[in-house]
């Protein structure tokens, strides 16, 4: 079992940053490759970045790239999300995900993922 509490989000300008940190319990946190997903109103789930259980491996949607940077700290059992360039249609509830043994052609599928958190509200003001 794995519990995952997020926070950092908030209301930013475009063009400002924003970290977001998600802090896990419970479980052997190493053994699990964690995402980041969003979700704005009326939308769907939307992938947004993962890194792999082994060897730290990242993966980024396309909306996202050279913007995000996903990473994650096993000592601390937390795994960030820093977010650069904000634009207004990144304007989503953010997730945190953990599933086991994720493998790179599964990451960017929430339906892999065995846990989630709760959720924290970004919102981009333009």
């Known amino acids: 079992q794995v519990q995952l509490v997020e926070s950092g989000g908030g209301l930013v300008q475009a063009g400002g940053s924003l970290r977001l940190s998600c802090a896990a319990s419970?479980?052997?946190?190493?053994?699990?490759?964690l995402g980041w997903f969003r979700q704005a109103p009326g939308k769907e789930r939307e992938f947004v970045a993962a890194?792999?259980?082994?060897?730290?491996?990242?993966y980024y949607g396309d909306s996202v790239k050279g913007r995000f940077t996903i990473s994650r700290d096993n000592a601390k059992n937390t795994v960030y999300l820093q977010m650069n360039s904000l634009k207004p249609e990144d304007t989503a509830v953010y997730y945190c995900?953990?599933?086991?043994?994720?493998?790179?052609?599964?990451?960017?599928?929430?339906?892999?993922?065995?846990?989630w958190g709760q959720g924290t509200q970004v919102t981009v003001s333009s």
């Open positions: 995900a953990a599933g086991f043994r994720l493998v790179s052609g599964q990451m960017t599928d929430h339906y892999k993922y065995n846990y």
């Open positions: 890194v792999s259980w082994n060897f730290g491996i990242t």
């Open positions: 419970g479980s052997t946190f190493s053994s699990y490759s």
